[in-house]
């Protein structure tokens, strides 16, 4: 079992930066592959990114791709999403989660933190 929190999120001009930051609890957290999805108002919940747990291979979502980046640090139980040159389209609840395996569908993965908000505004 692993339980994430999520932080970082917050309020943000079009073209500024945040970092967001997902703490996993228990001893296994480099085994799970990370991501990191979105949902706005009204939207189905959308990938964003992800990260697996052997060699640390990235995946990204078109839309923030080149914008965002994914990385982990197994000695903090840590998971982060850079996310620069933000827009108001990426204004949403962002959400991390884990899996024994990477995959790019929310319906993929098992463990999820409670969400974090980020509003871009234009």
């Known amino acids: 079992q692993v339980q994430l929190v999520e932080s970082g999120g917050g309020l943000v001009q079009a073209g500024g930066s945040l970092r967001l930051s997902c703490a996993a609890s228990?001893?296994?957290?480099?085994?799970?592959?990370m991501g990191w999805f979105r949902q706005a108002p009204g939207k189905e919940r959308e990938f964003v990114a992800a990260i697996s747990w052997s060699d640390s291979s990235t995946y990204y979502a078109d839309s923030v791709k080149g914008r965002f980046t994914i990385s982990r640090d197994n000695a903090k139980n840590t998971v982060y999403l850079q996310m620069n040159s933000l827009k108001p389209e990426d204004t949403a609840v962002y959400y991390c989660a884990a899996d024994l395996e990477v995959g790019l569908g929310y319906g993929e993965y098992d463990h999820w933190g409670q969400g974090t908000q980020v509003t871009v505004s234009s």
């Open positions: 228990g001893r296994t957290f480099s085994s799970y592959a």
